[in-house]
């Protein structure tokens, strides 16, 4: 008896331009297209593919860091700006030379000003793709094509304590400014701390905006000096033992990789129950050696084959790079948003070869393990590959 094969997921995805093909061509009287009914209409307003947005202001917040509010560009087709929870990012797309890349970017101000504007803060980073094209080339009237709001870094009252932590290093501060004025306005309603870690006292974004919201408590936490009315230090365990409430509390925590390493010990220590701890999408792991599960590769580099839409091509991609940052360097528009492995959006499916995906990074689906999927963001070679890439909404 033959054994009858498991469907599989690009299965169905290959029947959905057929169907669109024979709806389009139907007659009209006999079906109606679906954008008309109101609930269609109503999620592609709140959860669009793509925004059209134009940069409305640029303010330089220090050195290497810059604001940018980002505005609905009418004329390409956005008339109003998605609405969003507080702590949620939009991923945002660059064209350069000839390549599309992406990156995403905490919404950086307050829900409630959705109505008008996004703001985001973009820091420099050395050696970047794509903050440095940013900082040198983004200026009031430039256009700009994002995604709709994303994410999951949001206080949820059905999960979440009535107390909130907040940890935040460095840049890593954008979403807790949301938060912050969420909190301040009253359309969030908890109890926020906010443990703020820089460097120095000079390095610390938004400050006289934090002194003056009300409703919430800040703690400046400077690790490189020693001031009087600063914390000294790192956020461990004891520093939030000492501003944490006795009872229960949500930890939430957004910074450089460093301090997710810091804070994740601690959270040990803290006796914390998992639903209480929150993460912010860290980015890609850019260096997958220092993963406890690391499988080291035995060449320096591989070839991988990309089918996209019908059409093949063969990038390059090192054994310890990410593969989305060899299909976005190749040329090929891949769809991505997190970049951290979490929201699968850029899911692809392993035609063949063999991958290393470190178990800290790995928030594929059961489904997708088992149908041979791959987050690229979060997976590197360790052969020669074939990825079958779905378009990217946002790339043309």
């Known amino acids: 008896m033959m054994k009858k094969r498991t469907p599989d997921l690009f299965d169905f995805l290959k029947m959905v331009p057929e169907r669109i093909k024979k709806a389009e061509n139907a007659p009209s009287d006999e079906i109606r297209h679906v954008s008309t009914y109101k609930a269609n209409a109503l999620a592609a307003a709140l959860h669009p593919a793509v925004q059209h947005l134009t940069v409305s202001a640029v303010t330089p917040l220090s050195p290497d860091v810059k604001l940018y509010r980002l505005t609905p560009d009418k ?72 995604s709709g709001p994303c994410g999951d870094f949001t206080y949820e ?42 460097r120095k006292e000079e390095d610390i974004l938004f400050k006289n905006e934090f002194d003056a919201m009300s409703r919430i408590k800040v703690v400046y936490v400077l690790s ?22 006795a009872g229960e509390y949500s930890l ?38 220092s993963e406890p599960d690391y499988t080291p590769a035995d060449k320096e580099s591989y070839t991988v084959k990309v089918i996209q839409n019908g059409t093949e091509k063969t990038v390059e991609c090192g054994a310890d790079e990410t593969i989305l940052r060899a299909l976005e360097r190749g040329g090929v528009s891949a769809p991505s948003r997190c970049r951290s492995g979490e929201c699968g959006f850029c899911h692809c499916r392993l035609v063949s070869g063999k991958c290393y995906i470190p178990g800290s990074s790995d928030g594929r689906r059961e489904a997708d393990r088992i149908y041979g999927y791959i987050h690229p963001c979060a997976t590197f070679p360790r052969s020669d590959l074939t990825v079958e890439v779905p378009d990217n909404p946002i790339g043309d």
Request: proline share 6%; hydrophobic share 35%.
């Open 75 to 146: 004329n390409a087709g956005t008339e109003k700006l998605a609405p969003f929870s507080a702590g949620e990012y939009i991923s945002v797309t660059v064209k350069k030379d000839g390549c599309t890349y992406s990156r995403p970017y905490s919404i950086a101000s307050s829900p409630l000003e959705a109505e008008y504007y996004y703001e985001i803060a973009v820091k420099r980073v050395k050696g970047g793709a794509v903050s440095p094209y940013i900082h040198d080339n983004w200026a009031v009237g430039t256009s700009v094509t994002a």
């Open 157 to 198: 009252p059905l999960r979440d304590a009535k107390t909130v932590v907040c940890a935040a290093g460095g840049v890593g501060i954008t979403p807790f400014r949301s938060l912050a004025r969420a909190v301040s306005e009253g359309s969030e309603s908890f109890d926020l701390i906010l443990l703020y870690c820089a």
């Open 224 to 245: 490189d000096e020693e001031k009087p009315g600063y914390e000294h230090g790192f956020a461990g365990a004891e520093l939030i033992k000492k501003y944490a409430p």
């Open 252 to 289: 939430f925590v957004c910074g450089p990789l460093a301090m997710y390493r810091f804070v994740g010990a601690a959270t040990e220590k803290l006796g914390l129950r998992r639903k209480f701890v929150r993460l912010e999408a860290a980015g890609e792991k850019n260096d997958p050696k």
